[in-house]
């Protein structure tokens, strides 16, 4: 769903639902002001319930002297009719399971009379952007680190550098690297506002690498000796061969996956502390979830809903990764 769209309305994340129902006549019912602090929008009863843009009728005002009546423009005339006949202005959320103008409001709507499940699907896909560029930069590093270190230990430069990297890396807690990332995303990337939540998470990717990069290394140093290994470098088979065909395909890929996923799920974790801090993507689920959290007055329904569907994410990620770790060790 998150790659394809949302399949039961067909209504984007942004677009308002106003609620109409068919009628008899054509009408629109403007913002009336029922105090001097609230303006009310007001639905008729029954036959007459909604707003068209080229309607005959309007709401003009209340009437003041009597509180019961309110005047209402009908084709150039002027009525007074009871105000028993219009109904609460229209309130969203609306519950889940709405079915309207053959939309399936699977989610029911957002305060803002969005569609909530349109909304949390656009949310997913940007979410699954940054997971996407954070992984693919964790793995490639941690491949190059792992590699360089575990296999190429006896070139001393190569390894010097990459191992000082990593040390260096390693050192520094990771929260203040992401802020040193931040700083120079806002700095150098203004204009571009896509790539610089993709480069900050990039970062943190590669930030994180050291630790499959140990992984891989440790695992590459017990078989570097083995007797196959020996064998394949005696026939000649280079090194790329062995390291990535051998090595790392049949003793590393669990490995590689593994971390890959548990690294997934804390980028969700990443994308909330970022939008807690006022520098995350505000299309992503990490913003959604804070900004949910500020909502006043609060919406259980809605916050319950969301938390379900971002740890159910987080949770096959954790799962997935766990999953890979028992795999590779057997």
């Known amino acids: 769903m998150i790659i394809f769209d949302n399949p039961f309305s067909s209504y984007n994340h942004k677009e308002i639902i106003e609620i109409t129902t068919e009628v008899s006549k054509p009408v629109k019912i403007y913002n ?28 003009t005002k209340i009437d003041r002297k009597n509180s019961d009546l309110c005047h209402v423009k009908i084709n150039r005339s002027i009525d007074r009719v009871p105000l028993d006949i219009l109904l609460e202005p229209v309130k969203h959320p609306l519950p889940p399971l709405h079915v309207y ?49 575990g296999y190429f230990e006896n070139i001393r430069p190569l390894h010097f550098v990459f191992n000082g990297l990593m ?5 520094t807690p990771l929260l203040l690297w992401i802020i040193f990332t931040v700083i120079f995303a806002q700095t150098f990337f203004v204009g571009y506002p896509n790539w610089k939540h993709r480069l900050i998470f990039g970062f943190i990717g590669f930030f994180s690498s050291p630790a499959l ?3 891989i290394a440790d695992k590459i140093r017990l078989l570097k000796n083995e007797d196959f290994i020996i064998a394949l470098q005696l026939l000649g088979i280079s090194n790329r061969r062995i390291i990535f065909s051998h090595i790392l395909r049949y003793y590393c ?5 593994f971390q890959g996923a548990y690294i997934s799920a804390q980028v969700i974790f990443f994308d ?20 949910l959290m500020l909502t006043a007055p609060r919406q259980p329904m809605q916050e319950g809903i969301f938390v379900v569907v971002l740890f159910s994410f ?9 999953f890979f770790e028992s795999q590779s060790q057997i």
């Open 167 to 171: 040390k260096v890396i390693e050192s």
């Open 253 to 257: 890929f669990s490995d590689i996956f």
């Open 101 to 149: 103008n053959g939309n399936l409001l699977f989610f029911g709507t957002t305060k803002e009379a969005n569609d909530y499940l349109s909304k949390i699907v656009y949310g997913g896909k940007n979410t699954l952007l940054l997971v996407f560029s954070s992984m693919v930069v964790f793995i490639f590093w941690g491949i190059i680190f792992g590699v360089v270190i």
């Open 32 to 59: 009336e002001k029922k105090s001097d602090s609230d303006n009310v929008r007001y639905i008729f009863k029954k036959d007459f319930s909604m707003f068209k843009k080229n309607d005959r009728v309007f709401i």
């Open 314 to 322: 987080i949770a096959f990620f954790f799962h997935l990764s766990r």
């Open 213 to 215: 990069g140990r992984l």
């Open 272 to 291: 909330f502390t970022l939008s807690v801090l006022k520098y995350g993507n505000p299309s992503t689920w990490g913003d959604f979830l804070y900004n």
